[in-house]
């Protein structure tokens, strides 16, 4: 049976406990690839900075570290979430490391590839998927493209407004 939503997928969270994604039906999610060692890191900062914003409004920024690219996340779950808490004040969720492509990727990117605009395999670290309240992609956005950017908080606000 193929998935409708991410409403039908769980993961681990970076504590090793398993987080069934339904949890966040009725929420928007942002849910981004991150890593500590990468140039893209300091992201984390617009990342916590929108959890802030538009959290009260249903928002959910959900981080899934992965290590495939240069590998830029080398450490333990325990390294990682002590990097996030230490250095960028992280508190929004963190899930357990993933592959997101390849034949071991994590079964929830094959469904966010497979239902965002576009298909490609994901390109680095800190790609991001706007998801909306009833599990769907909303939007997807590249490392390049600042979590702050006006097209994703605008792809938020109007997913919020929902």
């Known amino acids: 049976m193929a998935a409708d939503s991410i409403h039908d997928f ?6 090793g406990k398993d987080v069934e994604l339904s949890e966040y039906k009725g929420k928007v999610l942002l849910v981004v690839n991150v890593a500590s060692k ?3 890191t300091p992201q984390y900062e617009q990342l916590q ?3 802030d914003k538009y959290k ?5 920024v959900v981080g899934i570290p992965c290590n ?16 996030c808490t ?3 004040k992280v508190t929004f969720p963190m899930m357990s490391k993933v592959d997101v492509n390849g034949e071991k990727q994590a079964p929830l990117y094959k469904f966010l590839k497979a239902n965002a605009e576009s298909k490609d395999d994901v390109k680095w670290n800190f790609e991001k998927f706007v998801i909306s309240k009833d599990g769907t ?3 997807r956005f590249s490392t390049k493209t ?3 950017a006006v097209e994703v908080v605008s792809v938020i606000e109007s997913e919020l407004k929902k």
């Open 68 to 83: 495939q690219f240069g590998g830029q996340e080398p450490g333990t779950e325990k390294d990682i979430q002590k990097f």
């Open 137 to 139: 992609v909303a939007g």
């Open 10 to 15: 769980k993961l681990k969270n970076i504590e």
């Open 56 to 60: 009260e409004k249903g928002l959910v």
């Open 38 to 40: 990468c140039g893209a």
């Open 86 to 88: 230490d250095k960028y």
């Open 49 to 51: 900075a929108l959890q």
């Open 146 to 148: 600042k979590p702050d």
